[in-house]
């Protein structure tokens, strides 16, 4: 089973995971990981992505290297341009930002790192990308020069992924942006999750596990955590908690 056959069936059965956001940037010297990296492996995370919305060292596949060299979890490449393409990752986010009206970010850095990824072995999952409005500017409405989606307009949210689904988007991911004010609050995701049947990933400003299960009651299948790792990694213990708690759950249902 790849990996997104693996989440329709965890979606059809119930299950969440969780995914822990490396941004490259922030990793001084890939070593330093390790304690993050050995967390997620006791705390069974499900899935690392490494991206960010500029990637300026050259740590890209550094990071993809010390986390293959460590543990089995699965590593998906979450990139914010083309040029963010590592083919030891197992599989890539393929984006199309379609809250926004950047050709660039809807088919244009798609058709550059196409023949690119074909020449690789990465899974390529293609995801219907949303952003959505989380009080200041984020890195990466500011990099896609485009705008959010209004965090009070639900169907706007609704109709935006229910077309990417009927586009043939695999996976649909909700992001308040990177270390965002406010997380995606349960109304939206729920408004979301009732218009589509793909897997619905949820990030952005998630520095709780209160917020954490939050998103996945209101029907996030997957929950993606950066910042707030970066600052506490142990925080990682109580949120893969909460996800062990819910998917204990499920399986006695
Ligand atoms: C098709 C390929 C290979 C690339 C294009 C990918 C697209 C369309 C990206 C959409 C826009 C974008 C810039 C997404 C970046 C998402 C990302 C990796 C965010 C991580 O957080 P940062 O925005 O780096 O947060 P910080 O400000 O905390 O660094
Ligand atoms: O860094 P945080 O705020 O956890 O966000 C994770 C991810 O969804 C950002 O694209
Ligand atoms: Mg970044």
């Given at each position: 089973?790849?990996?997104?056959?693996?989440?329709?069936?965890?979606?059809?059965?119930?299950?969440?995971?969780?995914?822990?956001?490396?941004?490259?940037?922030?990793?001084?010297?890939?070593?330093?990981?390790?304690?993050?990296?050995?967390?997620?492996?006791?705390?069974?995370?499900?899935?690392f992505f490494v991206g960010g919305s500029l990637v300026t060292t050259i740590?890209?596949?550094?990071?993809?290297?010390?986390?293959?060299?460590?543990?089995?979890?699965?590593?998906?490449?979450?990139?914010?341009?083309?040029?963010?393409?590592?083919?030891?990752?197992?599989?890539?986010?393929?984006?199309?930002?379609?809250?926004?009206?950047?050709?660039?970010?809807?088919?244009?850095?798609?058709?550059?790192?196409?023949?690119?990824?074909?020449?690789?072995?990465?899974?390529?999952?293609?995801?219907?990308?949303?952003?959505?409005?989380?009080?200041?500017?984020?890195?990466?409405?500011?990099?896609?020069?485009?705008?959010?989606?209004?965090?009070?307009?639900?169907?706007?949210?609704?109709?935006?992924?229910?077309?990417?689904?009927?586009?043939?988007?695999?996976?649909?991911?909700?992001?308040?942006?990177?270390?965002?004010?406010?997380?995606?609050?349960?109304?939206?995701?729920a408004s979301v999750r009732k218009a589509i049947n793909v897997p619905l990933?949820?990030?952005?400003?998630?520095?709780?596990?209160?917020k954490a299960f939050k998103a996945l009651e209101a029907g996030a299948d997957?929950?993606?955590?950066?910042?707030?790792?970066?600052?506490?990694?142990?925080?990682?213990?109580?949120?893969?908690?909460?996800?062990?708690?819910?998917?204990?759950?499920?399986?006695?249902?």
């Amino acid at each position: 089973m790849n990996i997104i056959q693996s989440l329709r069936a965890r979606r059809e059965a119930g299950k969440k995971s969780i995914a822990i956001l490396i941004d490259p940037d922030k990793v001084e010297e890939p070593s330093h990981l390790n304690q993050l990296i050995n967390l997620a492996s006791e705390n069974c995370v499900d899935f690392f992505f490494v991206g960010g919305s500029l990637v300026t060292t050259i740590n890209l596949s550094e990071v993809v290297k010390q986390i293959k060299q460590n543990v089995t979890i699965p590593v998906i490449l979450f990139p914010g341009n083309s040029m963010q393409i590592d083919s030891s990752a197992d599989a890539i986010l393929f984006l199309s930002l379609i809250s926004g009206r950047n050709p660039e970010l809807l088919i244009g850095q798609h058709v550059i790192a196409a023949p690119v990824i074909r020449n690789t072995k990465l899974e390529v999952i293609p995801t219907g990308y949303m952003l959505i409005n989380s009080g200041r500017t984020t890195s990466v409405a500011y990099i896609s020069n485009t705008m959010p989606i209004p965090d009070d307009k639900y169907s706007l949210a609704a109709c935006t992924a229910m077309a990417g689904e009927m586009l043939g988007l695999q996976a649909m991911y909700l992001d308040a942006g990177s270390g965002a004010e406010k997380e995606i609050s349960a109304r939206m995701i729920a408004s979301v999750r009732k218009a589509i049947n793909v897997p619905l990933i949820v990030g952005g400003g998630i520095n709780t596990s209160q917020k954490a299960f939050k998103a996945l009651e209101a029907g996030a299948d997957m929950i993606v955590i950066g910042n707030a790792l970066e600052k506490e990694p142990e925080l990682l213990i109580e949120i893969a908690d909460k996800v062990y708690e819910w998917n204990q759950s499920a399986a006695g249902q």
